[in-house]
């Protein structure tokens, strides 16, 4: 039996922590809410985030990160990403006193704004400078939703070391959960952030009444604008052709179960940025990896007009039509570039 703990609370940490002990395995389940601790453990559900869900009865919640992490093999980070570097460096100091080094499983899709780092440049920062193949990344087309009804669903685990990522492979797959693995974490984190950007224009369109046209034409031109940053990152180029790049941008622009597609609904709609985050109950990533994007572009001098637009609407104050009508006149030029 491995034991592990999840770090997150939320619909997609609690969800993982279910099926993980549905595999068998010792789960911590770490939050910050008591209400919510208290109801897992007593009543096996978690209300606040996952409605009419049973919980496997064997997840035990905890608001202690010590009692979280004793003993654990694997630490699954699932935060948003604006939390993850003050949570790693509570997590080094436990470690530091234990002497051990789990392995570190990441379930956050973002990009920090200011530093612009991946979750595993922050990992490196804060817990492992010379550990990296003990990081492994999940990602791909999942919803916790869809996760939780058992639906079937494939996920990439990658990492420098395609053993661990192998070993990660054996202990998160089930008859339900199917995982790949990689070699190209910086690759698969790239897709998982910038999708959620993506996803935020998709969402704007729907609610502003465009059709099916304009939703493939703007994740076809999304794609190209996450390949370019990926690459410019150090990713490799086929990486995202597969689950963590189109697959996990055709799940996140096309369901209403994506939390950035909403947002963006509500804002094609008319409706404030700070209202829709106020209303969202959760976080919206897209809308902070935005501005790590934005600094990139700048940074790189790369294209990518779908990116700024949405930053400038956020953040600029921008007209969504304005912003569609400068995309749809921008120079012409070939679909595929060399």
Same mark, same amino acid.
């Given at each position: 039996m491995t034991k592990i703990a999840v770090l997150g609370a939320g619909s997609w940490g609690s969800v993982l922590a279910s099926m993980l002990a549905d595999n068998g395995h010792a789960v911590e389940l770490y939050g910050n809410r008591q209400e919510v601790a208290d109801e897992i453990n007593q009543k096996h559900s978690n209300s606040r985030y996952m409605k009419d869900w049973s919980m496997n009865p064997k997840v035990h919640a905890t608001l202690d990160l010590a009692e979280a992490l004793a003993g654990s093999d694997i630490i699954l980070f699932v935060l948003p990403t604006s939390a993850i570097r003050s949570v790693a460096k509570q997590v080094k100091a436990i470690l530091d006193q234990s002497g051990s080094k789990p392995y570190l499983v990441s379930a956050t899709k973002g990009i920090e704004?200011?530093?612009k780092k991946l979750v595993t440049q922050i990992f490196r %920062?804060? $817990?492992y400078p010379d550990n990296s193949d003990r990081m492994i990344v999940l990602s791909g087309p999942s919803h916790a939703e869809n996760v939780a009804q058992k639906d079937l669903?494939? @996920?990439t685990l990658a990492s420098t070391s395609l053993d661990n990522a192998a070993k990660m492979q054996r202990i998160f797959s089930n008859e339900y959960v199917r995982f790949y693995t990689s070699n190209d974490p910086v690759g698969v984190q790239v897709g998982g952030a910038v999708k959620n950007v993506i996803a935020i224009a998709a969402g704007m369109l729907a609610g502003m009444g465009?059709? %099916? =046209?304009a939703k493939a034409a703007l994740m076809t031109r999304g794609l190209a604008e996450i390949t370019r940053l990926g690459v410019a990152f150090g990713g490799q180029p086929w990486t995202f052709s597969g689950l963590s790049g189109i697959g996990d941008l055709i799940v996140t622009c096309t369901s209403v179960n994506s939390r950035n597609w909403r947002a963006g609904y509500q804002l094609g709609q008319g409706q404030? $940025?700070? %209202?829709? $985050?106020? =209303? /969202?109950?959760q976080v919206v990533e897209g809308a902070t990896t935005v501005k790590a994007v934005h600094e990139i572009c700048d940074k790189y001098s790369l294209d990518m007009p779908i990116s700024e637009a949405i930053y400038h609407v956020l953040y600029e104050g921008a007209d969504i039509k304005s912003e569609i009508k400068l995309m749809m006149n &921008?120079? /012409?030029g070939p679909? @595929? &570039?060399i």
């Open positions: 704004p200011g530093s %920062d804060e $817990l669903t494939a @996920i465009y059709g %099916d =046209n404030k $940025l700070a %209202d829709v $985050l106020a =209303n /969202m109950g &921008r120079q /012409m679909e @595929i &570039r």
